[in-house]
């Protein structure tokens, strides 16, 4: 199944499918498609097609899938696992579903995942609303675990989510490169939740400290690694490949990794860099396109797969400490995956 | 404390004011105010300022009074309570000033508590992030009550909020009279957030089973009655007394109890409410002052009247229960409070 050992990352991919990688636990996987089509509870008809519409468009699934691997790969001889690891996976997809429905309703976006966002295709209302209503079948989900230690972490995981994109609120149009408050966002936003799914599998098998730390590790690194990943593609991307519109973090003011290697130069691109975001000239078709070209024209690409290795190594790194299987050579190689859309 | 006895409504009641209604928990409740407006988990000093703006502005916090009165009134003796009841209170009015903040980016309202709203004093986009962060520092408290029980209850209480804002979002400007569902949305809307928090505090106590289904009925019932009088004073009210539009419902089609007592009398004012609704004639100026005009003059008030003290009777019977004190006493003024609104 996987193609790349635990411990080093291959320079040259073949192309690797996330279907694949996830295919150690593809029956738990459909108990998590079925619930996320089916079993969210709603006595309103319109909610139920609307919310099963949001799940059959689609999304990677990485998070539940990360939940059960991760799960499997701690759990006693990797045997097989109760319900509630599914319920785990499930709530893990519904806060990162809710989250970005109400991130589209900050961000005005009209696509996702190929297709119209529910503030586009309905409106801001319905869009606050079915978050909500997500959050709260998360929450639910939640108590069935009946495990208060999985309850905190998660609760952590929203405050996380809610800080992180308010701290990037408050700092669009900012050129002042700060590596520490970009990691910090890029935890909140993203590594959180990655994290939580990671290790509270372990939690609910009863895995030692050790363990439980070594997969949170793992699940902070590749949550980190994810959204340099994420903000590299938004310059590199095309509306297709991305499912939304390229460029769209700098239209908004948002200065991620690729724009902070080039910032922080301080040569002349640099400052012309600066000068078209802080007189917001890239929230214009032709400001983006010179930005966006300074930035691929001056290292600013390469530097941030640089950034992405890094945490791709440490992630693996963590990765050691687990008894040889099929699940953990799967959790090895989603990290080739992450790194392969770079190419 | 109280003006009543437990077992009948008072016809003309001297004018209550909450606070002294409140009395008996008054430690309690400065605990609840100190964390409101300091104990908040953020480290962003804008975030910080921002939430506690929101929790100055005041509000009567009914909640979490209900809450720490129904805990004391069931505890061993009526005796002092632990931190966890304190923590049951807050997670209470996080829970019910999310859903407000959420409400009015919703209902692009631009006054609350006679103040200007999130939305409008920034923007949607903060209003919904700020209404997720205090949906996470609720479950972030609930996670500490280590309650499984409680999880759950709080988590449908989530999900109702949602589910009875979508189904008012769904029958705007609908004149069919349905008082199964308008009774239903009530209880997602209002009455399940009440009812959580009057039995929560009996379930953290130890309580038996049957004093535990008379707190929820009491908050079940008071919750009811307290939405009716809450749309009744959306028809009777000024802008100044509501601390918000007057006839702000109906403007955007929203159809509740003083309406629907006029339109299922099928008479000719009947017939002239539905056309203004159905033509949302209602939006306007004029429109809305007709409407309101033809349900003041054709029973539309008394008959809610009637209806919310029919609730209110249903939720004082349910304090029979309770062994004498003054918690009980002040539960039962609560009711006499409510009615005392419709005046």
């Known amino acids: 199944m996987s193609l790349t050992s635990s ?25 998590v498609e079925k619930w996320l089509e089916s079993n969210l509870i709603d006595d309103s008809p319109f909610v139920a097609s609307l919310l099963s519409q949001i799940f059959r468009a689609g999304g990677k699934r990485i998070r539940p899938g990360l939940v059960l691997l991760s799960s499997r790969a701690t759990s006693p001889g990797c045997g097989e696992l109760a319900s ?3 319920v785990l996976a499930v709530l893990t997809e519904l806060i990162h579903t809710a989250s970005l429905i109400h991130d589209d309703v900050i961000d005005k976006a009209s696509l996702r995942r190929g297709q119209e966002t529910v503030n586009r295709k309905w409106n801001d209302r319905l869009a606050v609303l079915v978050g909500d209503l997500l959050f709260a079948q998360a929450s639910i989900c939640l108590a069935r675990l009946m495990n208060p230690v999985i309850v905190g972490i998660y609760g952590q995981v929203l405050g996380d989510l809610c800080s992180g994109e308010i701290k990037q609120m408050n700092h669009q149009y900012v050129c002042k490169v700060d590596w520490e408050a970009y990691l910090h966002k ?23 400290d ?14 980190i690694c994810f959204q340099i990943i994420d903000d590299l593609l938004d310059v590199t991307g095309t509306s297709t490949e991305l499912g939304k519109a390229a460029g769209s973090d700098l239209v908004h003011g948002v200065v991620t990794a690729p724009a902070m290697f080039v910032l922080e130069r301080q040569d ?10 802080k007189s917001r000239t890239v929230s214009h078709p032709d ?13 600013g690409v390469e530097a941030t797969v640089r950034l992405s290795r890094d945490y791709a190594q440490r992630s693996l790194d963590a990765l050691c400490i687990l008894p040889s299987s099929p699940f953990k050579e799967s959790l090895a190689s989603i990290v080739d995956y992450l790194l392969m859309r770079t190419h």
Do not use: W
């Open 186 to 208: 890029s935890i909140c936003k993203t590594a959180s939740l990655f994290a939580a799914g990671c290790h509270s599998g372990p939690i609910l098998n009863g895995a030692n």
């Open 287 to 299: 400001g983006i396109a010179e930005a966006l070209a300074i930035i691929r024209e001056n290292g």
């Open 84 to 86: 509630r690891h599914i």
């Open 268 to 277: 002349e691109p640099a400052r012309r860099l600066a000068e078209l975001i």
């Open 7 to 31: 411990s080093s990352i291959v320079e040259s991919t073949p192309a690797l499918e996330l279907a694949s990688l996830l295919d150690p636990v593809c029956n738990e996987m459909r108990l």
């Open 210 to 223: 050790q363990l439980i730390a070594a997969m949170k590790d793992y699940g902070t690194n590749l949550g």
